[in-house]
Each structure stands twice: as C-alpha cells, then as structure tokens.
C-alpha cells in the first residue's frame, strides 16, 4: 500500500511513502529489541548527553521542522515554531531529571535491606496522531529514552513527513540506531505488531475510538497501554472572575492549532449574572483573530488537517442548530476550512456539547451556582482538563475535588507541561504521561527484598 501526504491549504501532494511489509516489521521489531539489550543496562546519565543534544538539534533547525509540520497538517507556523521550542524543552527536562526519577527507593520493613528499582521494559510501540506530530512523539520519546527502551513509531499517515524527520533527529544527536524507528505500517497490520512477542507495551494518542480497539487488541496480549484519547474540557466562568483575562484566555484554549487539541477548551460554561457581557468580550477576541495562510507568522486560525474533518464538524453544528442552539458568529464551512465560531444557547443533549468538537468551534452555556457548574461540568463522557476561573479561592477549593477529570487549571488554560503528569479519565483514556510518573508507566517497578 501507498500513503500520500498532502498540503491541506493547496492540496498539493507532497510526498508518497510505501507502507512496509510484514518481513520488514519483523526486522525493525527484532534491531529494536537488540539495540534494548545491548544498551538496557546504560544509566540514565551517559543518555544525558545525547538527549541535550536532541534539545539543541530541534532549535537550531527549528524552522525546518516547524515547516514541515505546517505542510502537513495546517499548523499556523508561529505554533508550529511553539511546537518545536517545547520539545526541546520536554528533551532537556529529561536530560536533568531522569536520573533522580530512577533512583533505587529504600523502604524499610524486616528485611536487611529492601527498596524498589526500576528498569527499562524492552521495546514499546507508540500509536501517534497528527495534531502535534512533534509533540506528541516527543513526549514519549524522551522519558523512554532516558528510561533505556526502545520506541516504534506508528504516525499519523498525514504526517509522515514528520515521523521520518524525528527518527534521523534522533540518530543525529548520537543515539544507537532503532533506539527510535519509524514504522510506516498499514492500520490492519498494528494487532499482529502489538501481538508481536518483543512489544512489551503500546501507548496511543488518538481518538476515543482508536484507543478501545488497540485497548482491546493489547488486552488479549496482555500488554501495557497508556491511552491519551479524546477531550471536551469544560472553561467554567464565575461571576468574580477576571472577564477580560478570562476572555483571552478562553479565546486561546478554544482556538489554537485551529481547534485541533484534545485538551482545548470545547464548552464554555459562564454564571447568569455575567454570561451577556462575557459573551461580548468572547465576540470580539473571535473577531480579531487573523485567519490566513498558514505559513503567515501572524495567521492564529488556517485550515484543518483535513476536508473530512471539517465535514464533521459541520453535521455536529447543524444537528445541534436544529436542537435549538443559535450561531453568534461564524458557522461557515469550505473544504479544509471552517470559520471561527461561537454558538450559544447549547444544551446538554446538543452534539457540540456531548460529542469532542475538533475545530474552531466554541459552545456556550449558562449555569446558575456552583452545583450547577459541577454538574455540567461532569456530564460528560470525558475527563482530560477542566478550567475555572474565579478570584476565590473558596470556590476552587469546593469544586477541585468534585472535579472528575485528570487535570484542574485555576485562571489558566489547561497545558501539557513536562513537569506535571498529563492524562485523563472516562473516555479520555488511562495512564500518564510527563513529569516523574510519566517516565515510569513504561518502566519494571521491581521490589528487591534482602533478608
């Protein structure tokens, strides 16, 4: 089988790849699991180096890499820029830190001596999506390197660009050959991968849907999984906030990458008193934001990744229109792009507030008090982030732990951050990535006892 990749703003084709075949599969499998036991035994430290190295391969090239990432999928190119900056940092995070997060722990108990070590599992597959194609791989990469696995990629067939450019980056920076590979594989050929008796855990960034099916497939292995899936995160607007830096912020948690975030902030929850004049500060950072091409270093909203998914997008509007939900602005779709817009009046039946809405799209509702903003809130079918803003810090400590998503930002957006653990609950998925957990859901937690 042959893969295009395919500028969504021109159309143009840009590349074509073959997919390999199952001799070829098994061959990366097998170097992969070699290059694990010939280095598995390497502290942390002698990998620092190298991973330094990765931080500053991706800045001195950053436009090259950011570039790519633009044609591919449509990432105005100052985020992509962002993009690049980040996985430089998440590099150097690892580079410092790994080496305290793998420390052996001493616990005491009877034994002369005994404590928990942990080691490298083996070779791990990593099912990525092309949202963040950098990323998202990144965050994988860096802990597991660190860590002393091995990583198969399995990208997103609109990024493959990407996928080839990170495996040379990585032996670039020095380290050993299919330490990181890029597989280019056939979607029907990842059950017999994950079966594969050298795949040791599987983590995916994807849809709901993704995740259930390799959930599934890994489970009948009994294998690891750390799923990062679908997201609806609710930005929940008390009537003591700060309107203006509450509206900016909203603005960006809803409309970066051009909607396209698993963690964007989807529904827009604001308290009676002050949901009209919110509603008009929303209206006109909509207005002002620059749509344009997106190699323009100005343009904040471009097209979508592809024409498919602004098609859906736009059946969910439509249903939830007929439901009673009215367009404040926008609304408009044309092949790859759709019109920034905001629709009020949503309800808790509506497509664009039960469903994950991937695009610019913001869905407003109105709550009462804070038992009514707990149960928006929570029904839902997701649980990745949750935003709050209020002055208070009564409110936030009430509804924190009322909150059933993996992450609370107070008056912020919510962000992966290389020094916090990200992921989510219910439908979002399961296990973490990022910080000092994240390095270890690929690891052998093992207890050493010594009497």
């Not at 399995?154 to 450019?165: D, F, I, P, R, S």
């Not at 990181?180 to 008796?197: M, P, T």
């Not at 609950?425 to 399961?430: A, E, R, V």
Request: hydrophobic content about 40%.
């Amino acid at each position: 089988m042959v893969f295009q990749t395919q500028n969504p703003f021109t159309s143009e084709v840009l590349n074509t790849y073959e997919a390999l075949n199952l001799s070829d599969i098994k061959d990366s499998i097998k170097k992969a699991h070699q290059t694990f036991l010939k280095f598995k035994h390497k502290k942390p430290k002698s990998r620092a180096e190298k991973m330094n190295k990765l931080a500053e391969l991706l800045r001195k090239n950053k436009s090259k890499y950011a570039q790519q990432i633009t044609l591919e999928m449509g990432k105005p190119i100052a985020e992509a820029k962002a993009e690049i900056e980040k996985c430089a940092w998440v590099c150097e995070f690892y580079a410092e830190k790994a080496s305290s997060f793998l420390e052996d722990e001493v616990v005491k108990t009877d034994a002369r001596r005994s404590y928990i070590s942990k080691a490298p599992l083996g070779v791990i597959l990593a099912i990525m999506p092309w949202n963040y194609p950098f990323w998202q791989v990144f965050r994988v990469i860096a802990p597991n390197l660190m860590l002393g696995n091995s990583i198969l990629i399995k990208h997103a067939e609109n990024v493959l660009g990407c996928g080839e450019m990170i495996q040379n980056l990585v032996e670039e920076a020095g380290f050993e050959a299919h330490s990181v590979k890029h597989l280019i594989v056939e979607v029907e050929q990842i059950e017999s991968i994950i079966n594969h008796k050298l795949i040791k855990a599987i983590t995916l960034t994807g849809s709901t849907k993704a995740g259930s099916i390799v959930a599934s497939q890994a489970g009948k292995a009994i294998k690891k999984t750390v799923l990062e899936l679908g997201g609806s995160n609710a930005l929940v607007v008390f009537e003591d906030a700060d309107l203006d830096k509450a509206a900016e912020i909203c603005v960006q948690a809803r409309f970066q990458n051009t909607g396209q975030s698993c963690i964007a902030g989807k529904r827009l929850l604001v308290q009676e008193n002050v949901y009209d004049k919110f509603l008009d500060k929303i209206k006109t950072k909509i207005q002002n934001l620059n749509v344009g091409h997106p190699m323009d270093e100005k343009t904040d909203i471009s097209v979508l990744a592809r024409t498919d998914l602004a098609k859906n997008l736009k059946s969910q509007l439509e249903k939830s229109i007929k439901m009673g939900a009215k367009i404040v602005l926008g609304g408009q779709q044309d092949k790859t792009y759709f019109e920034p817009t905001l629709v009020e009046n949503v309800s808790q039946d509506m497509p664009i507030f039960k469903e994950e809405t991937f695009g610019p799209l913001l869905a407003v509702t109105a709550f009462k008090d804070e038992d009514d903003a707990i149960q928006l809130i929570n029904n839902s079918d997701y649980g990745l982030g949750v935003s709050l803003f209020t002055q208070d810090e009564s409110i936030y400590q009430r509804l924190i732990p009322q909150i059933e998503d993996g992450a609370v930002f107070i008056n912020s957006l919510v962000k992966s951050d290389p020094r916090l653990p990200f992921g989510g609950t219910k439908h979002s998925g399961y296990g973490r990535e990022l910080g000092r957990v994240g390095i270890l859901e690929f690891a052998n937690i093992k207890t050493v006892y010594i009497q």
